[in-house]
């Protein structure tokens, strides 16, 4: 409410205009200084992304990131709003947000010769100085940077008269951050059009002699395949850019856990050591000969994944009354099929596709038990079995049934420490941590396993 809201009150207050990359070099710098997260929700890129991201920033470059698919780009991107300030003064009215003190339109100069220090001022949060444009084919220079409109036109103003100009997406973003995702799908005709805004900082309209230096951050993304596939960024654009940041996947389990945690929605409580199978499975995907490395598997896989399994352990406890929902094992496979759209596979898999899954699933749920569980006497298990007793279990056979074939196990309350459950762990994940056990056990050699129409037999 004490905001000035004339350019005389502004001028009172102190207020000095600086650069969008100024304001984001300063405010980065602060929060460098005191040790706040200056990218919140960025998982995995700590020591290898944002130094670079930082350095570029400092150093008030335009920049691109660079990587597969479901890298977090667009998310990095987005963060970068929390470094302008929350406020900032515009000229009341100004479709391209002048900065009262240097304003750059034709309209907004005249009303401040005009008005002087009772230019009306308005003040613009920082989310709406982020603009965002998904490049496609179809997009267009006006689009982009602006036309000629024909409604100011048919008002009577000549075709000469700067005010005829229908502003685009970029001058609409002057003071501002632009993010255009996949820039190699824009057409070449228009990366042509944006040299004059990355270099010479300013636009140019279908001939007219109109300067407009624009006062933006330029931040693009774009899949290193993109470059001879779909398309490609013209070298000379690619030479404006200050900075090119190569983007990755989550290096260790833990952060790509953590990525999972952090991002899905999930309906149903998925104990950690799933959540961990999931991101192993992931990241098997990544390393598999099966799988088209080019195209990447992205971490919408993992995030889709671990709903679909919570959705599972719902289905199951709607189903056969549970009172609480809580995934199992047993609710990662059924889930396989509804995720092969999202990976692509080499040519020479076609058919075996679900296999292959499998496969990984196994070996992932495999490398989870043993990591989760290596040491632990699990003998008390595999007594079970040493009399040819058999334990059912399948996505809608419900906790208690599943934990009612067992009398006390030994050993149990050490593998619901390791998983991070105690003594008070509910049925739900007790049977979780039994069954996580029970496949460990399974394809470790250590105990047989039947599978027929959605149900499992340990010990058969």
Request: charged share 25%; hydrophobic share 40%.
């Amino acid at each position: 409410m004490s905001q000035p809201t004339s350019l005389g009150g502004l001028r009172e207050h102190g207020y000095r205009s600086r650069s969008v990359k100024a304001e984001i070099r300063s405010n980065l710098l602060e929060r460098l200084r005191s040790g706040d997260t200056a990218f919140p929700g960025i998982v995995g890129f700590d020591d290898t992304v944002l130094p670079q991201l930082e350095s570029a920033l400092l150093a008030g470059h335009d920049l691109v990131l660079l990587g597969e698919r479901g890298q977090g780009k667009s998310r990095l991107m987005r963060t970068l709003v929390a470094l302008l300030d929350e406020w900032s003064p515009v000229v009341a009215g100004c479709e391209i947000n002048d900065d009262p003190l240097a304003p750059v339109c034709t309209r907004c100069r005249r009303l401040a010769a005009e008005l002087g220090d009772d230019l009306p001022v308005a003040w613009r949060h920082r989310d709406q100085r982020y603009v965002e444009k998904l490049a496609t084919p179809d997009t267009s220079v006006g689009d982009l940077v602006g036309d000629v409109d024909p409604v100011k036109v048919a008002e009577g103003r000549t075709l000469g008269d700067p005010e005829t100009v229908h502003y685009g997406l970029v001058p609409r973003t002057h003071r501002g951050i632009f993010g255009l995702n996949e820039l190699p799908d824009l057409a070449e005709r228009i990366q042509v059009a944006m040299f004059n805004v990355l270099e010479e900082r300013d636009i140019q309209v279908r001939g007219y002699s109109l300067r407009l230096p624009l006062d933006l951050l330029l931040v693009a993304t774009a899949n290193p395949e993109d470059y001879t596939n779909r398309g490609r960024i013209i070298t000379p654009l690619k030479d404006r850019f200050g900075a090119e940041i190569r983007t990755h996947y989550p290096y260790e389990v833990a952060e790509e856990v953590a990525l999972i945690g952090q991002e899905s929605a999930l309906v149903a409580d998925v104990p950690e050591h799933l959540l961990e199978v999931v991101a192993r499975l992931t990241r098997g995907l990544r390393e598999s000969s099966s799988i088209d490395q080019r195209s990447g598997v992205s971490a919408r896989f993992a995030i889709a994944a671990a709903e679909a399994v919570a959705a599972s352990a719902l289905r199951r406890s709607a189903r056969s009354g549970e009172p609480a929902a809580v995934a199992r094992i047993c609710d990662v496979p059924t889930v396989v099929p509804t995720l092969l759209g999202k990976v692509e596979f080499e040519m020479g898999e076609e058919g075996r596709e679900v296999e292959v899954v499998h496969h990984l699933l196994r070996l992932a749920t495999a490398e989870t038990f043993r990591a989760r569980l290596a040491g632990l006497d699990l003998s008390g298990f595999t007594e079970i079995f040493s009399e040819g007793s058999t334990v059912e279990t399948g996505e809608l056979v419900p906790a208690e049934e599943l934990l009612g074939q067992f009398g006390t196990i030994p050993g149990l309350s050490k593998v619901l420490d390791r998983l991070g459950d105690g003594d008070d762990a509910s049925a739900g994940h007790v049977a979780a941590a039994v069954e996580l056990v029970l496949e460990g056990l399974h394809l470790t050699r250590r105990i047989d396993k039947e599978t027929l129409d959605g149900r499992s037999v340990y010990g058969a």
